[in-house]
């Protein structure tokens, strides 16, 4: 029975040790499964990191990541373990990212935590360690090769210095992940000889460790294969296994059911010619051949395929790698691209390599210089290229460039031929991977075209387009330099501001070309009464201005002046026209008349404007006293803009009597602004600032408006009908709405035709040209007559008196102050008198202010009379108590009205 019962104690002691050994086994494999991850990751590490450095293929990089995240996660797991301070569930989680046997890590944790220091494990231990700064530096080289190949492809230079990099790596990591492997296998051996020799009291024990020992072999050849299994997976390339013999797939790796979108199942068993669209005869072993090969959906990829022989144990196989070349076709399609768009770009584009000696040209540079790219290869770029003063390109240009800076900037380049041309160069680099300047890139373009256009341009913003001198601002210029001269020097600058008289009657009265040939033959004689040195400009319609430099006294312009006015005042001939004009000039002087040139400008302005006011055909030199001139125009400007609105416009009527009977037959409206604070103005000083300001027409409006409601007036008043004249600017009398305004106003007023009686003068009559007629016939065909106001003082056109509806001629006041005294003006009177009597014209004299008058002009044959000696200009009312003395209830027959004579 002690027998039974030792046999029996025994077996428990057998079986307890052989539990315990069983769960010593367990944590022995779990450390050992680990060990087996840790060097498949390392080892899967330096390969996918090797060819992602080779090809730069995304795939090669995240299968590194992955591996190192496997080592990074197991050495976490370590050093904590280690620490003896350490969150367990943390612990495991980190050895499961790392891919370690569930069931086992209990096991490892429980080794590492318990074993650490006990032998072969502290060396393993150290090895394990000692390989974590070249893990760590093989992470810096993935993250430089990733910066590489995210900013372009690295060279070649590069490629391989990281590859000697991790090749030096791995040999460093290599025998100590090897001696890590030989430690973790000793320190199996030696728990394993402690369970042989602590339970080696049996039999069974030995023969449990036996196969212990044979189950640890088993589980390193299964290592093994996983290993193969899991390089032959990760791959880049599709691999496939084909038998040499009957030519069907054996084996293909999880790239190759990728890209045929088939499983693996699927591909095993079918011919291998089957997954490529061309035929592979012709292939040979060792040698890459193209291809493409067939995916899901009839989709293709074009591939390069490299075969190779080898044998499973005694059967032949043959094994195909199959590599993607997308990519690379795409990299060389846009390559040739970019050749296609250089050799058809406009500009000329030179290729040179760092020493800056060209290595090629494309066809726009051949035509632009002449040069073959073959006669300029290997020459220096800049070799037929100067700075604009001649001077060759300055070395801060390639400094710049070298240092990352692109330049671009005009140079002169030389042609083949010898001639040169303006050119605009722009240089930049193509850099290497250490950023230094490996080749350089040279557009040109001939700006020779551009910068004759921009010459043009500046030409023409700076002169007058029509007669080619200076326009205002560039005039301007001048005018500042000479006065910038002449201060230095103590000299003096002159400006004449010459304006054209009656250039608008000219240019109204023939066509506007002519006018403007006119001016081009004015400033034609202008420029030839200058000297060297004098500027002649054009600031506008008629107006030059001329710019005298270098001067004593400003009275030393007079005898140039005295040129131009005898020049300008000579007949122009301009096709079958001769054209006579003059010029009013206004002189001023630096530094007398002003110290800059807008000084000097507006100051010779307002002489010329004195000129013409005074004597035309005349200069003035500036005093002070025109520039008040000037500036009560301005103002008289301002305040006529708003008389209108103020209603500060009356009319004043005139009589108009028969000279025989002494009737009154007809008043003239005449119009008067009654300022607010200057009183009454007369339009011989406002009418020419209304005409400038383009107000004419609505003052001409508002006196026939006004004029035919004071028809009206008279007429619900009893005042007996007489006719009223109303005098018509030319600009008014021009417009095409003229004859409908005329005819609304009367019909507004229901007023007879007969009522109105219009006056125009002469010079106002020439300036609307071929219009005229048929204004006069319109008119006439309303019953609207015309008087040819001051005739005699302009053309005297005599084509006038036969128009339509011309039916009084009104002799200018001019002819009758000197009669009867005067024989020219008795002459030219009497002639008149005698032609528009013969014509059937009604004469109305102007200005009679003596009986001598009144007596010589009613025995020439004078219908009507204007002037002092019978009545002054009268109010409305007074024009009404005139007419209507009693004011009777109904309308009277006309009486005569004795003149009140002196």
Known sequence: MPLVYGLVGMLVLILALTWGALQLQVALAGFLNGE???????????????????????????????NYGVLMADRSARDQILSGSYDYEEVAGALRRSNTVTIAIPGVIFMLHHFSGAPYMRDALDAWRSTDTSIQDLNTIAD????????????????????????????????????????IADGAVWMGQVLFWGVFGAGLIAALLWLDMARRILASVRGSEERYRLLFDSAADAIVMIDESSGRILDVNRTTSSWTGRSAGELVGDRFVHLFVQSMAGQQAGRAASNLLLGEQGSTRPVELQTSLANWGSQPVRQAIIRDISERLKMEQERRIAAEALAGIAEGVIIADAERRVLSTNEAHVGLTGFSSQALIGRRL????????????PQSIWEGVAAGQNWSGEVLSNRNDGSSYPEHLSISAIRDGEGQPQYYVAVCTDIHEAKASQQRLEHMARHDP?????????????????????????????????????????????????????????????????????????IGGDEFTVLIPRLILREDARAIVNRLLVSLSEPLLIDDYEIVLSASIGVAGYPLDGA????????????????KAEERNACRFYTPMMHADTRRRLQLATE?????????????????????????????????????????????????????????RRIDEWV?????????????????????????????????????????????????????????????????GDDIERTMQTLHALGIEVAIDDFGTGYSSMAYLKLPAVAYLKIDRSFVTGLPGDANDAAITEAMLVMSKSLGLITIAEGIETEAQHDFLLRSGCVEGQGYLYSRPLQPDEVRHLLCPNQPLVPARLKLVPPKRS
């Open 596 to 611: 800059n040139a807008a000084a000097l400008i507006t100051n010779a302005d307002a002489a010329m404007y004195a000129a």
């Open 144 to 183: 430089a090769l990733a910066a590489g190949y995210a900013s372009g492809t690295p060279g070649q230079a590069e490629i391989a210095r990281q590859r000697a990099r991790i090749h030096a790596i791995n040999s460093y990591i290599e025998p100590r992940s090897t001696l890590f492997s030989r430690k």
């Open 36 to 66: 087996s991850i840790w060097s498949k990751a390392q080892k899967q590490s330096v390969i996918a990191l090797e060819s992602y450095a080779i090809s730069g293929d995304p795939a090669d990089l995240a299968n590194y990541r992955e």
């Open 382 to 393: 800049d070799e037929h290229r100067r700075l604009l003063d001649g001077k060759p390109l």
């Open 466 to 538: 029509l007669t080619g001198l200076v326009n205002r601002a560039e005039f301007e210029r001048h005018c500042s330099e000479a006065i910038a001269v002449a201060e230095r020097e103590r000299l003096a600058v002159v400006v004449l501001f010459i304006d054209l008289d009656a250039f608008k009657i000219v240019n109204d009265s023939y066509s506007h070309a002519i006018g403007d040939r006119l001016l081009v033959k004015v400033a034609e004689r202008i420029r030839r009464q200058l000297s060297d040195g004098d500027v002649a400009g054009r």
């Open 704 to 768: 026939m408006q006004t004029t035919c409601a004071q028809i009206q007036a008279w007429d619900l008043a009893g005042v007996p009908p007489i006719r009223v004249a109303v005098n018509i600017s030319a600009r008014w009398f021009g417009h095409p709405a003229f004859v409908d305004g005329v005819n609304r106003a009367l019909q507004s007023r229901q007023l007879s035709a007969s009522r109105l009686l219009l006056e125009i003068t002469e010079s106002a009559m020439l300036r609307l």
């Open 640 to 696: 006529l803009r708003q008389a209108l609105a103020r209603n500060e416009f009356h009319l004043v009527f005139q009589p108009s009597v028969e000279l025989r009977s002494g009737r009154i037959v007809a008043v003239e409206a005449l119009l008067r602004w009654q300022h607010p604070e200057r009183g009454e103005i007369l339009p011989g000083e406002f009418i020419p600032v209304a005409e400038g300001l383009g107000l004419i």
